[in-house]
């Protein structure tokens, strides 16, 4: 089993920004995917960012510049920088993962709420 925790997210001001984190833990060989998606009250959850174990990107062409995706593969951590944040970026954040346990599993955490208000 691959447990993934986020952390980071919270109130923040227009033009604000935010580092989110998913922190990945359990049985695992590795990790391959990790990705970031989004879902707002009365949306459905989209993909902001995902990167794969060799460090390719991407992005949800809308959220491309103001977003980054990175991951510290010795950590098993995602991370996701958050700039010139917007009130329509609020929504409850997801990290996923794609691990090898027995075979290949989709893992999603527990998601940390965004919220950017004046």
């Known amino acids: 089993q691959v447990q993934l925790v986020e952390s980071g997210g919270g109130l923040v001001r227009p033009g604000g920004s935010l580092r989110l984190s998913c922190a990945a833990s359990?049985?695992?060989?590795?990790?391959?995917?990790m990705g970031w998606h989004r879902q707002a009250p009365g949306k459905e959850r989209e993909l902001v960012a995902a990167?794969?174990?060799?460090?390719?990107?991407d992005y949800s062409g809308s959220l491309k510049g103001r977003f980054t995706i990175s991951r510290d593969n010795a950590k098993n951590t995602l991370y996701l920088q958050m700039n010139s944040l917007k009130p329509e970026d609020t929504a409850v954040y997801y990290c996923?993962?794609?691990?090898?346990?027995?075979?290949?599993?989709?893992?999603w955490g527990q998601g940390t709420q965004v919220t950017v208000s004046s």
């Open positions: 359990g049985s695992f060989r590795s990790i391959t995917t």
């Open positions: 990167t794969t174990l060799s460090g390719i990107t």
């Open positions: 996923d993962a794609v691990a090898v346990v027995d075979t290949m599993r989709h893992y």
